[in-house]
């Protein structure tokens, strides 16, 4: 029995330990992401034994939650779309908002905690400091047949973004792109990105990223492309599949034509990138633009495998001002083997015959405006005939209403020009305005079309922080002012930026330097309460320490004085001697 025992004891003392939970460390889809944006979080924890992951932003209220695992992986999507967007991936991947609401830099970022439990009561952790971008990146997606059409306006942010790139992830494995990355051009008129991608039907992920020289941008989209709600596959105009022919996607940013003008532009490519010869290539223009698009094919409507042609696009019959955004279909032998996307802004001057031809530059606006500051926009009329246009009068279209009023001369001499005034001013929060601004005239019409995006006005909170710091500047002892000097600066320069960026109407990067210097005082607040600062010289400070030592000193001084004299006359004058001394040291 000793000897079972003892066994069992050397066993025990062999058996090697238990092995430590790993840190499950965490990655970021896409890599970088916006302020208020979605995101993905995968953690790689340990999936050799039955662990559980949780999740936690400290600075943000109610930040935490579990991190479910899918599969091989612990995955989280953030989203304040909520569960319902999921198809093919489980509902319980959703995690809730996203819980980073503010763009931060890299010196003050937000922190993610991730830690890992084990069934034996092993934990560990892992702390990810995060940098969140100011681009916003608002994304227009249409999705025809197995094609993803793509149209993103960013906002926000420091400066404007310089490349755009789009992925498309699987929803079952996101480790698969499917499609991408896809860099999306930009139209130099509104400055939105656009493209396209073709993938098979399928639940996705559209993943976003924006790169400018001093902010970034990201976000992340569910997507369906041929794809009921319970996962199952509809009929695709494309057989199933991504298409043989591939072509340029039209872009016609700006465009101006003259009455019963015409454009023509025929570099555009079409390649058949299958293994099949394609014949009979024929372009369906869709029923709404067949008066006023065309697009045919330069030389043979065949292509054999890796062979690439031309096609030419026509515009012509525009009597105003027209926006264009559609998908022509390549059909050979009735199936669609291919698409081409159309993305075009013309605008056109009045009718020649009336005696006039009138015209207005530019025909687009789009910015940002602050709600309860005017703001003003002038655009030049053109007279381009040879009579006077008179008559002039502007209508303002129902999305503009209550917030556009519109100024125009009374006339415009013959190949002369005047001034058209546009006074913007909004009056409500946070909200999108569209539509045109038509001006009639004798001369024929001319139309603006108007995309303004009102924010906030902060600036009296921005005051309000500033008020704030001045005052707690002045609580502050000598030491005190000088311990926290650089941090005073530091707040004191984010104030004047984010007054700045309002000024400038990047009002969502005026909020995120607002809410960081708000914090950052708060802290300093803090910081200050939990030192201990000296008395001033000279204004009440404890004096009973340098009193003490000073009486000390001079009572040695005069001891010292005492002994001297004896020396000097040990026989006389002691009865004097000590006379003086009590003299000496009476108060």
């Known amino acids: ?37 979605s995101f993905i979080a995968v953690a790689q924890a340990d999936l050799d034994r039955a662990v559980r992951v949780n999740w936690l932003v400290g600075d943000v209220a109610g930040a935490y939650g579990a991190v479910p695992r899918q599969g091989d992986k612990f995955f989280c999507y953030f989203s304040n779309s909520g569960p319902e967007i999921f198809t093919a991936a489980s509902p319980q991947a959703f995690c809730g908002p996203t819980p980073f609401l503010l763009a931060t830099t890299p010196a003050f970022p937000t922190q993610m905690v991730l830690n890992a439990y084990d069934a034996q009561g092993g934990t560990a952790s892992h702390t990810e400091n995060v940098t969140v971008g100011g681009f916003a990146l608002n994304a227009v997606v249409t999705v025809e047949n197995d094609t993803v059409f793509l149209v993103i306006a960013p906002q926000g942010g420091v400066g404007l973004p310089a490349t755009v790139t789009a992925d498309i992830i699987s929803q079952d494995n996101i480790s698969s792109v499917i499609g991408g990355p896809r860099q999306l051009a930009q139209d130099l008129r509104t400055l939105y990105f656009t493209g396209n991608i073709s993938v098979p039907p399928g639940a996705y992920f559209l993943i976003l990223h924006a790169v400018g020289s001093s902010d970034f941008g990201g976000d992340a989209h569910p997507l369906l492309v041929g794809v009921a709600a319970g996962g199952q596959c509809l009929p695709s105009g494309g057989g199933g599949g991504s298409y043989a022919l591939v072509a340029d996607a039209v872009n016609i940013p700006g465009l101006f034509l003259s009455p019963g003008g015409v454009y023509e532009k025929s570099d555009y490519h079409l390649s058949n990138t299958g293994n099949e010869v394609i014949s009979g290539i024929t372009p369906l223009i869709p029923e709404a633009y067949r008066s006023i ?59 020649s015959c009336q005696g006039g ?199 040695g001084i005069l001891l010292f004085l005492r002994r001297r004299k004896r020396k000097a006359s040990p026989e006389e004058g002691e009865e004097d001697l000590d006379e003086d001394f009590d003299e000496e040291v009476k108060p």
């Open 1 to 37: 029995m000793k000897l079972s025992v003892a066994a069992a004891l050397l066993l025990l003392a062999l058996a090697p330990p238990a092995a430590a939970v790993i840190p499950p460390d965490v990655t970021y889809i896409p890599a970088q992401f916006s302020a208020g944006a």
């Open 293 to 351: 698009l065309q697009i045919t094919l330069l030389g043979n409507n065949s292509l054999t495998p890796n062979a690439t042609t031309f096609f030419k696009v026509t515009l012509s019959g525009i009597s105003q001002a027209t926006q264009i955004t559609t998908v022509v279909n390549l059909l050979a032998n009735g199936t669609v083997v291919g698409q081409i996307p159309v993305t075009v802004y013309a605008g056109v001057g009045g009718s």
């Open 357 to 555: 031809a009138l015209a207005v530059n530019p025909q687009f606006w789009v910015g940002t405006l602050t709600a309860g500051n005017p703001q003003t926009e002038t655009f030049t009329l053109l007279n381009t005939g040879t009579a006077v246009i008179a008559g002039l009068n502007a209508t303002v279209g129902s999305g503009l209403q209550g917030v556009a009023t519109v100024s125009v001369p009374g006339s415009v001499a013959a190949s002369g020009s005047g001034t058209v005034t546009v006074t913007f001013s909004p009056t409500t929060g946070e909200g999108s305005y569209t539509g045109p601004i038509t001006i009639q005239s004798s001369g024929g019409s001319a139309t603006i079309l108007v995309n303004a995006q009102v924010t906030p006005d902060i600036s009296g909170d921005i005051a309000d922080v500033q008020g704030d710091l001045d005052l707690f500047a002045t609580t502050l002892s000598d030491d005190q002012a000088l311990l926290f000097s650089g941090d005073l600066q530091d707040i004191e320069d984010a104030l004047d930026e984010a007054q700045g960026r309002l000024d400038a109407g990047d009002y969502q990067q005026a909020a995120a330097l607002l809410a960081q210097a708000e914090q950052d005082l708060n802290a300093l607040e803090l910081r200050a309460g939990d030192t201990i600062a000296p008395s001033p010289s000279g204004e009440g400070g404890d004096f009973t320490v340098p009193v003490v030592l000073a009486v000390i000193v001079i009572l």
